[in-house]
């Protein structure tokens, strides 16, 4: 194993937590990002976990288990992450979305630290759309599997990162479209001399490269039940070799236009022609889907298509022939063929990691001065991908609405003090629900948790003032604190009732991932 040139520290690296592919990269000494291959000498890490009788696989090893055993495997937890009600159950055992991530995470530390030393510090990407609950949850995986989150950043802002840095782009205004395994994002990225400046953003934490899959195995399984009168889709293992069969087929048809896929059940074999043409016209209304909203967001960013030097592609499922079509089509320019698409996201993560590391404690010295200085000046500002308020019953109306205390795309950090009053005479306690979106209906928003405001001084009249100060920080996590007016006292500060583990929860979760061998 290599020495770290951190000692004690370890090196702190930027990781691509994708829902198909996971990849970690480091900076070298010249300030460039490099990816780091796996034990099977790989740069991309399937992120699939199955449990065998005697231990945990990961990557590709962990694909073929899963065929095998799709009962004892987990694919695409990425699109679980700050689902609570998510867990899944195996010798005994109960995982959450964080930590079947958290053996992915594992995985890729381990193998990298046989070439590059110890690692102790990371920056883990996370879509533009994750919200509150996501980023934590993502947050706390990267906690139970040992490391220190140094930043959670969006991962078009990684890629403009990447992109920006390694080919000395000019200033200007581009559009980093984001379609991965199961996430899409768009957002606009302003390069101002250092800084990086996000000006829009949105998307679909639930649109992705599988969605595209799914289309190719319902038509395949639709072709095989009309010849055989079976569906593969009612046996676990046969369609667990039925998604296999579609994503090569997909990959397969971004080369050529047609290509031909065998499908077996309970002894019939089936040999599908599949084309191109066939393939896109399933899944035309989920590309249609994208470009609503990238069209949606220009518009917010206030940035027309003339307006963009840029197009930018990140993510695999951006190497489909109709994505290049569709960006080439609406953006009237041609779209960055050169863009690494799989790689730009973590290459972006090691980058801030540096940055971060420098503007922590300084310690880079496997930097060179140069190199250092280069990074040391780089800004790169966020915004936030969803509107944030409070449920708060209207004086004049007597009705309960949405206050939006910080709008979508708002750059962040940010921070806003609002002063509220009590609604009744001795009212010694107000609870303050916390939503995401900006409807004015309540009912119409998400609900992030509650902060209960107890310990007013009995004996005020009604109207007494509550002082509320709502923040949103760079990781885009929320916060919120509660002041009695009246005394200048804090008197609230935690959101309760929010998705995720508790502290507890993480470090006990953090104590038995150290115990577990992952391969």
């Given at each position: ?42 740069l ?12 945990v ?22 699109r679980?992450?700050g ?5 899944f ?19 890729v ?10 690692i ?10 994750f ?31 990447a ?11 581009s559009?980093v479209?984001?379609?991965g ?7 606009v990225i ?14 679909d934490v ?11 195995v ?12 079976e ?5 676990p293992?046969?369609l ?24 077996s ?12 043409d066939e ?16 069209e949606?967001?220009l518009?917010?960013?206030?940035v027309?298509w ?8 990140t ?13 080439e089509?609406?953006?009237g ?6 863009v ?8 972006g ?33 966020d915004?936030?991908?969803h ?6 019953k ?6 309960y ?24 005479d ?5 609870i303050?629900?916390?939503?995401q979106?900006?409807?004015?209906d ?18 005020r ?44 929860e993480v ?13």
């Open positions: 194993m290599g020495k770290s040139p951190q000692g004690e520290e370890g090196r702190a690296v930027g990781i691509d937590l994708g829902t198909t592919l996971s990849k970690l990269a480091y900076v070298d000494t010249s300030g460039k990002p490099v990816l780091v291959p796996n034990a099977e000498g790989e991309l890490t399937p992120s699939v976990v199955a449990f065998t009788k005697t231990g696989l990961v990557g590709r090893d962990a694909q073929r288990e899963a065929l095998g055993n799709p009962s004892r495997a987990v694919w695409h937890v990425k679980q992450m689902n609570p009600k998510w867990r159950k195996v010798d005994g055992e109960t995982y959450t979305p964080e930590g079947i991530s958290a053996l992915i995470l594992k995985k530390k381990q193998d990298a630290e046989v070439h590059i030393g110890p102790r510090r990371a920056v883990i990407t996370v879509p533009a759309y919200d509150d609950a996501r980023r934590k949850a993502t947050e706390d995986a990267g906690a139970i599997a040992g490391l220190e989150v140094l930043d959670i950043v969006n991962e078009p802002t990684a890629s403009a990162l992109y920006g840095l390694a080919r000395s782009v000019e200033d200007g205004v559009l479209y984001d379609l395994g199961g996430t899409f994002d768009v957002t302003e390069k101002r001399g250092n800084e990086f400046i996000t000006l829009a953003t949105d998307g639930q649109l992705g490269g599988k969605d595209w899959d799914e289309r190719v319902n038509l395949l399984a639709d072709k095989f039940r009309k010849e055989f009168s569906d593969p889709r009612e046996d293992q046969a667990a070799y039925l998604w296999v069969s579609a994503e090569d087929a997909k990959k397969t048809l971004s080369r050529r236009d047609s290509t031909k896929v065998p499908v059940y309970k002894g019939h074999w089936g040999n599908y022609d599949l084309t191109r393939f896109q016209a399933v899944s035309e209304d989920l590309l249609a889907m994208t470009q609503l909203t990238t949606m967001v518009e917010e960013a206030g027309t003339s307006g963009l030097a840029k197009v930018i592609p993510g695999g499922s951006t190497r489909m022939p109709a994505v290049q079509k569709l960006l089509k609406m953006s320019k041609p779209v960055q063929a050169d690494p698409v799989d790689e730009t996201v973590a290459q993560a090691a980058i801030h990691a540096a940055i971060c590391s420098l503007r922590g404690e300084g310690r880079m010295t496997e930097l060179s001065a140069e190199a250092a200085a280069r990074l040391g000046k780089i800004r790169t500002v915004v936030s991908a509107a944030m308020g409070l449920i708060i209207d004086n004049r109306t007597l009705q609405r949405n206050d939006v205390l910080i709008p979508k795309n708002t750059r962040l950090p940010s921070s806003i003090t609002k002063t509220y009053q009590t609604s009744n001795g009212q010694q306690k107000i303050l629900q916390v939503v979106g900006d409807a004015p309540p009912a119409a928003n998400i609900t992030v948790g509650t902060l209960e405001v107890t310990g007013l001084p009995a004996g009249p009604a109207g007494a003032h509550v002082k509320v100060t709502y923040s949103y920080d760079r990781k885009g996590r929320i916060h919120i604190t509660a002041e009695d007016q009246d005394a200048g006292k804090v008197i609230a500060t935690e959101i309760t009732g929010r998705a995720g583990l508790r502290a507890d470090a006990e979760a953090a104590r038995r991932m150290s115990l577990k061998s992952v391969e």
